[in-house]
């Protein structure tokens, strides 16, 4: 079954400190992976897509990392701020061309303390 | 570049009623995407228009329709509505398709069914 599983559910960091997100999945075949941040009530807005032949991508401060063997990624954002508030979102795009869908993780939701 | 567009971004309906829902995609892209978010299921795929025609399907009764006009704009009606269909209603547009290209997010429709 495909499924994408991201850890953890919610975490609270203090401004300024570094965190790292986690997103595990179970697609086949593998197309691509991407990484939304959604601010409460908006709509998600994308930080990166990566491809299967891509094992880093960055993005400002967010850098997000693809173990394809592993079936893993990450999201870790440096030097937090306020702002960094938000859900983020792992998506994963499966399938043969013509027969593709997006498969979407619950989110990780992060609050950054001042 | 305009971004995507939604509307209204609020609305409150009674059960039993039924609404349409507006979206209007970046100019050039001929994907438009909807999806149902709540705090509980996260983010679900409704369907998926490309050039006036269905793609893609989610998962959802046959009170959820939607069609694409020859602008690219999108319409989402429910009908009958319940309890249950209070949600943040996104679209999403996309240059060919979902799966394969990136997505861009609208801002949100968020429906209260009372």
């Known amino acids: 079954k495909n499924q994408v599983e991201q850890s953890p559910q919610s975490l609270i960091i203090l401004e300024g400190k570094n965190c790292t997100l986690q997103?595990?999945?179970?697609?086949?075949?593998?197309?691509?992976l991407r990484w939304y941040k959604q601010d409460t009530g908006r709509g998600p807005v994308s930080l990166t897509i990566?491809?299967?032949?891509?094992n880093t991508k960055s993005n400002g401060r967010y850098t997000a990392t693809l173990d394809a063997d592993t079936k893993q990624s990450s999201l870790h954002i440096t030097a937090s701020q306020l702002s960094d508030s938000a859900s983020y979102i792992c998506?994963?795009?499966?399938?043969?061309?013509?027969?593709?869908?997006?498969?979407f993780g619950q989110g990780t939701r992060l609050t950054i303390n001042p | 570049k305009a971004g995507v567009t939604q509307t209204p971004r609020y609305l409150i309906k009674t059960r039993g009623q039924q609404v349409t829902l507006s979206c209007s995609p970046i100019?050039?892209?001929?994907?438009v995407s909807w999806y149902q978010q709540t705090p509980g299921q996260g983010l679900q795929f409704l369907f998926e228009y490309f050039s006036e025609t269905q793609r893609n399907k989610g998962n959802f009764p046959g009170r959820f329709s939607g069609r694409q006009f020859s602008n690219s704009r999108s319409e989402m009606n429910v009908s009958t509505l319940e309890l249950g269909d209070s949600a943040l209603y996104l679209c999403?547009?996309?240059?060919?398709?979902?799966?394969?290209?990136?997505?861009?997010f609208g801002p949100g429709t968020r429906l209260t069914v009372t």
């Open positions: 100019s050039g892209h001929r994907s």
């Open positions: 999403a547009s996309s240059f060919l398709g979902r799966t394969s290209y990136e997505q861009y």
């Open positions: 998506v994963v795009s499966a399938g043969v061309q013509g027969a593709q869908k997006l498969v």
């Open positions: 990566m491809t299967f032949s891509e």
């Open positions: 997103c595990n999945y179970t697609v086949s075949p593998f197309s691509n």
